[in-house]
């Protein structure tokens, strides 16, 4: 395919960021100074910011699609874990060159994206630089109590979506760990397509007692919501969810170090007082992403871990990080 002249700044945002939004709510969308926004006066308005740094949050020649995908679907999710409702979204672009291919997938990958969940993008910044992609997403939540990571308390359950350590397998695939297959394919997929949990996240806002998203790998971020919260927790290894595909290309151990220390999921971590499981259950039943209860909150003991993993109910030892980089089967 030949390019044409590499479009300017603002054949940039012209071009690939400037779109017909069908929100009513967007008074002034791109284009002027500023963005206008019409705030439902019932309820509260809920911020995201995240960063992605080519080498870093993803590898050097990742595809452009995928990385406009991820750059607004890791905001999404936390969005998500608020129980919040997507609106707008921001994106502070710094690309070391004008490319128009890359532009054209780079905006499909996002407008695709914001188009399922309803998001406008509403203004941004295009700088030249190091790939570097900031978006901020805006939502709303009804006021009243906020689904927080604080609110855990002592005999709550903890439910887990999707299956934890995929991504991070699916990072370990693309950096040629494994041999490629149907199985490769899946992880890679999981990496690179994260799905935000939009309406579980909603879904949660009023049942569950406290949540976040994963993104550091399970075992830490359940630590920063025992933390929040003043608990400690109980993780149940057996049962976390398994991987027919991780399992197929990588040994027990490592799956094992995938789900409890691998990033990138985006699955919402959350816990449900234990009154209330029968309601939650009925709900999250038959509907995607399942949840899996992976453990119980417990009274925070100075003198054991703030999680503690549990197998077939004797407490192991897993190590803190991922000390051996995942190391393959
Ligand atoms: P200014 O110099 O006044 O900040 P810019 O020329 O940077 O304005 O931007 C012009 C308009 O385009 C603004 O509405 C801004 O929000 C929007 N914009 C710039 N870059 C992007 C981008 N990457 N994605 C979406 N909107 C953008
Ligand atoms: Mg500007």
Redesign the pocket.
């Known amino acids: 395919m030949t390019s044409a002249i590499p479009p300017g ?2 054949e ?2 012209a071009r690939y ?2 779109r017909a939004s069908r929100r009513s709510d967007v008074l002034l ?7 206008l926004l019409q705030v439902p006066s019932d309820r509260r308005l809920v911020a995201a910011m995240d960063t992605l740094v080519e080498g870093v949050h993803f590898p050097v020649g990742t595809g452009a699609r995928s990385i406009g995908h991820r750059a607004l679907a890791v905001n999404l999710s936390d969005l998500a874990a608020m129980g919040a409702e997507p609106a707008w979204a ?4 710094s690309l070391p060159e004008s490319n128009a291919e890359w532009l054209a997938e780079f905006s499909k990958g996002l407008h695709d994206l914001a188009q399922r969940y309803n998001v406008a ?6 700088v030249r630089g190091p790939l570097v992609i900031t978006v901020q997403v805006l939502g709303f939540i009804e006021a009243g109590p906020a689904l927080t990571r604080g609110g855990a308390r002592p005999g709550d359950l903890i439910y887990v979506s999707g299956i934890p350590g995929e991504a991070a397998a699916g990072l370990a695939v693309i950096q040629g760990q494994t041999v490629e297959g149907e199985d490769s394919e899946l992880l890679r997929h999981r990496f690179n397509w994260p799905e935000p949990r939009v309406q579980l996240g909603q879904t949660l806002r009023t049942l569950a007692s406290a949540a976040m998203d994963v993104s550091d790998g399970l075992l830490g971020d359940l630590g920063k919501l025992c933390q929040a919260s003043a608990c400690s927790a109980q993780l149940e290894l057996e049962r976390l969810p398994a991987s027919p595909s991780m399992r197929a290309l990588f040994d027990v151990a490592a799956s094992e170090r995938f789900a409890l220390l691998g990033g990138d999921d985006y699955e919402l971590l959350f816990t449900v007082a234990a009154g209330r499981v029968p309601e939650f259950e009925a709900l999250v039943q038959n509907t995607e992403p399942g949840c899996t209860r992976i453990g119980r909150i417990t009274q925070r003991d100075p003198g054991q871990a703030v999680v503690q993993c549990l197998r077939d109910g004797r407490a192991v030892v897993v190590p803190a990080t991922g000390y051996d980089h995942f190391s393959k089967a």
Do not use: M, R
């Not at 921001?90 to 672009?93: A, F, I």
């Not at 993008?121 to 295009?126: E, H, Q, Y």
């Open positions: 700044e603002f940039i945002i960021f400037s969308g791109i284009g002027d100074d500023a963005a921001l994106l502070s672009l993008l509403v203004g941004g910044d295009t």
